[in-house]
């Protein structure tokens, strides 16, 4: 069974347009939750939320494929763009790549992968319409008492103008398709290996590196892009959210200190954005191209709760069953994981579990860190930028803090105050979806034979 | 080394019927179960008709409990179709002794299931009611305060395409690796073949494995139809979907499910289960091409028939059958008989095709499971479903595609392809079982 390595990261998040400043950012303790601008949220209870910093899919994609950004939706941007930054952080000259530098690559660090050997498998969830767009052409087969009529939707009365669906785009439900954040990217970059789509919500992106990671190990690719991808920051994300009591309604005057993972004031989340990609390898075909390697996935593993929706196990065995599984899959001891990265859904209940199940498995609980509190939950990046900072935390030698956990709950050793160096040797990435379904990853230190 | 791995149980609900053996005499009759749709008033859409799931009800013995509240379409289908499939393996009855006694966490759950429809009077009315014409475009303070007056938490996060899974953990509990994907149409064979690869590789005994889907609403129905992709034969609904035939002109949309249960062989021996079939190839791959067009060549369902028949150490000449994606769209059925002379050479002509979706319609991230059962059903009983409504013949399809009569054969191993919007293929090979 082949190693595989991590050599790429890319990151979009309220912290930045890549890897290095989701870094920076939860090196410095900085937050990225705000007041939503994106939209009017004033008669929402929550009215905070994540967003990405302003940017031009164009500028992210090559000029032959410009055309094709009007059919992103924004969880599709993210990704796409996110997959740009690891992509060139691993050097790889993938199609997209190469176009941008005009055909050449600027130095023999580059390398170009063969397309049927790398796969790409990034988390979504489940991407909201445009209500706007959709409501435009509503309007036009609206009834008086603000039902939709379904006779002037599908046929105009008069053939001088369009129907109600008439005046959506032709491409229109193209946008909204969870598996185009991985086809989009698969076209950028000319990836034509195993191609996947999770949909599991916070666990999506563990998931997804855990399936192209045995797709590699077994020699069906060399290489893929993994991650995942979501915008929870809109209207339909904002109203099922609150409706499921996960956010926080009392802070919006003070966004930053809004979420609170594992503090004993943990009130709720912010609705947040972003996606995270990674670049994985066999490590026999990083060695031979000279790649840089940040870390070597060492332990996978997922389970259910086998719970009703929105219940979460009072003791946290699911959690502590998969993170069991995972170390075993490593063949490593509790006592070997120097750094942990937990659900932390800020929400109290689920943060209780996580922290009975760390309990459970860990006789003494090594570092705890979570960017939660910086980030919001953004759904399917959710923990995909965890695992984009897992690396970074890991290659750097760096804990960065925990944003607003000023006081742990059940003691929990978490990171605080400032960020601070330490010899990391394996560090466990833990999620769970409000689904329940669990996904575990450990990252270790990258050593040569 | 690898496990092996066997199906031993199957369930679907479909637009032909809701039990198994209904639904395959009927494919075998050539019935269709295609007809004007009464989800909704479609009598104005260029489409309006499709594969409803008709006169169905749902099990009371899985409604008992209240555990499946607010659930989608899709999701009742799924949990049946699960209950069918846990069933026929002969696995103990759900909260008895004797289910108690299986290990929770070796009982995974891989779906290919699509999104729950949305809450269609209530979205609708919200956004109209909260238009503004001067400014067009919403009135987000009046939409926000509908919003959260009107619409019900736990029915919105049931639209979640992870939550299928979630009641079948709950309602088998099965704790073990859970996961549902979302290739659009090529979504349960690739939870199929995905799940094939954890039972492989020993991270749990069984498998509850398939898809689910039902995206027969307005706004479904609406996007197809903007695509240009569904077939506009409102004259003859029985008569839309033509797969292979030279006056195919487009899809007809499906609903339904289809589950199939996945088993470590040396598990199902041990337990005395019945063995259907064997699990013996999975290739998926990717067009990398445009999100709007397959590969002309056919590149990436010719890399998924290849890669499925390295991974099950075949060759073309091994596979009696093909279930073909065959949806009845200009593009997909040339393109596909295009891939697979590429793939199977000189043997293309000799291998039988079929597609049941000129009977079924297309149940979208569904469909790869329906089709998993029906060659697993073709294999049991030596005959091949046929392709219905074919007459004329298209110089860009000439294979075999069993035309419009059910044809006995003598079928070993058979292949089903499915091939996503966006370009992801995935292809199956599964083997009568021989110890």
Redesign the interface.
Known sequence: MRRVVITGTGAVSPLGLTAQSLFDGLKAGQSGIDSIKA???????SQIGGSVPAFKTTDFVPKSYRK?TK?MARDIELAVVAADNAVRDAHLATRGVLEAFGGNVPDQTWFTPD??RM??NIG???IC?D??E???A??RA?NDD???N??????SDDPATP?G??A???????KY????L???V??I?????????????QASAG?ALA?AC??IE?G?ADLALVGGGESLLH?MG???W????MLNTTSNDRPQSACRPYDVAAAGTAVSEGAGVLVIEALEHARARGAHIYAEISGL??????????EVDDRGR?LA?VTR?ALADAHLQPGDISLILPPASSVPRFDLSDALAMQTVFEKLPAITTGRGNLGDSGAATQALDLVAAAWMLERGQLCPTLNCDNPILDMPMVRGASRSAGIEHVLVAAR??????AAVIFSRYQEE | MRHRVVITGMGWVTPLGHDLQTVWQRLLAGQSGIAPIRN???????TTFAAEVKDYQFPAALAAGG?HKNISRATFFVLDAAMQAWTQAALPEPRSPQHARLD??QI??YLGSG?GSLA??TF??N?????N?QA???D??????L??QS????A????????P??HL??EF????????????CAAST?ALG?AT?IIR?G?AQIMISGGAHSMIH??GV???????ALSTFNDNPRGACRPFDATRSGFVIGEGAGVLILENLTHALDRAAPILAEVVGYG?????????DQHPEG??AV?AIN?ALK?AGLTAADIDYINAHGTGTKENDSTETHAIKVAFGDQAKHVPISSIKSMMGHLIAAAGAVEAITCVLALRDQILPPTANYSVPDPECDLDYVPNSPRPAKVRTVMSNSF?????NDTLIIRQFEA
Not at chain 1, 168 to 174: S, V, Y
Not at chain 1, 189 to 201: A, E, K, L, M, V
Not at chain 2, 173 to 184: D, E, F, I, K, R
Not at chain 2, 420 to 424: E, I, P, R, S, T
């Open positions: 939209f009017d949220a004033s008669s929402f209870p094709s059919i397309p049927s796969g790409c979504a969830g489940l319409a209500l706007n959709l409501a435009e509503m309007v609206a603000n039902s939709l379904l006779a002037r939707w599908g046929k129907s669906m008439d959506l785009a032709p491409l229109w439900l193209l398709l969870p598996n185009m991985s086809c989009h698969s076209i970059h000319d990836t034509r290996g195993p191609s996947n789509t999770i949909t599991c919500q998931l399936e045995r797709t077994r069906q209207p904002l109203m099922r609150t409706l499921l009591q593993a997922s389970c259910a709760g086998g719970l009703p929706l929105g699911p069953h599984r979806s409000l689904a329940g379904q669990h | 909704f008033d479609a009598r104005a859409f260029p555990r929770p966490f995974g759950t999104e269609f009077d609708t009315r956004a109209l009611s909260s238009w014409r067009e475009q919403l987000m303070p009046t939409w926000g305060r919003a959260m619409f019900n938490a736990m919105e996060i049931e639209q979640e395409p992870a939550l899974i979630n953990s709950l509990n099965a704790c073990g690796p859970s996961l549902n994907c979302l290739t659009a690739q995905e690869e590789r991270d307005p706004f609406t996007g197809f139809n903007r695509l240009t998926s791959s990717a067009d990398a091409y445009r999100v709007t590149r990436g890399m890669e991974d996503g919007f966006g370009g992801q």
